[in-house]
């Protein structure tokens, strides 16, 4: 268990700093053109960092994907958050339950296991309702099991939809950059200059990269999480069939009369005529 918290640390880190990394004025380019071309970059100004060339294109494609970082952000951590083993099947729940029913305290863990939100309970919970029917309790278990085992992997899907948006609104993005460009070669005859062409192409890759920079931590967030909510489901389904077992009442075994033994016949004795048969001649 140890082994997997730290890997989810150090996985969350990896991404925080790759963030960090990105976002820094110097992932952006830092070498300065030959020859003339550096005095026209001199006069134009100091070059943008890459925050600053993303936030000089503001439009509906920006803010989208912006509110869908600050979404898929949020489901990762509350998902890092909620998928352990100390929130989804906490042992102090198990220990109880199992203590109630070793006690026969059957309508207080009735009670119990419909307020607990724990995996456990909730799945124990309607087979509860099915007693004293064991085939049926077995039966609504399994049902339950499916039901938040459905439950929590939906909880997570949401980041594989925001990690597959990220990429189609970036290539909505350089479309739209790509269409500004040529407009500005169209404006002016064929004859429109790299500076008019520059913003456009800008726009493109700037939208490019921020859909791609969506993707990344959304799709690599979900693949763990899918692999830890497997994990926890699978120990919660074995943990809640072993305490149903628990309830399980003894079967009891159809008595049946001993066999009566029956004195052996006298020989050339016919049954049921009472007396014995003479011996033939």
Do not use: W
Request: proline share 6%; charged share 15%; glycine share 10%.
């Amino acid at each position: 268990m140890r082994g997997y918290s730290r890997f989810r640390l150090l996985l969350l880190g990896g991404l925080l700093a790759l963030a960090v990394f990105l976002a820094s004025d110097g992932f952006a380019q830092t070498s300065a053109p030959a020859g003339g071309a550096a005095s026209a970059a001199t006069e134009a100004g100091p070059k943008k960092g890459l925050i600053q060339l993303i936030l000089s294109h503001p439009d509906p494609v920006f803010f989208t994907i912006a509110a869908l970082s600050v979404i898929g952000l949020s489901l990762i951590i509350q998902g890092f958050i909620k998928n352990r083993a100390s929130v989804f099947m906490p042992e102090t729940t198990t220990n109880t339950i199992r203590e109630m029913i070793q006690a026969r305290r059957f309508q207080e863990l009735l009670d119990f296991t419909e307020n607990d939100p724990s995996f456990v309970s909730k799945v124990l919970n309607p087979a509860l309702k099915r007693a004293p029917s064991f085939a049926a309790m077995k039966e609504a278990m399994e049902t339950a099991i499916g039901e938040q085992t459905a439950e929590q992997f939906r909880r997570i899907e949401y980041l594989n939809i925001i990690g597959n948006l990220g990429p189609l609104l970036g290539l909505l993005g350089t479309v739209l950059g790509m269409i500004e460009a040529f407009q500005a070669v169209a404006s002016t005859g064929g004859q429109a200059d790299v500076g008019a062409l520059s913003g456009g192409i800008s726009t493109a890759l700037c939208h490019t990269f921020l859909g791609l920079f969506l993707a990344v931590p959304c799709l690599a967030a979900f693949g763990v999480l899918r692999t830890i909510v497997d994990r926890l489901t699978v120990r919660g389904a074995l943990v809640a069939e072993e305490l149903l077992l628990m309830i399980k009442p003894a079967e009891a075994k159809p008595a049946t009369a001993p066999p009566v033994a029956r004195p052996a016949a006298a020989p050339g004795h016919k049954p049921g005529t009472g007396h014995v048969a003479a011996p033939a001649t």
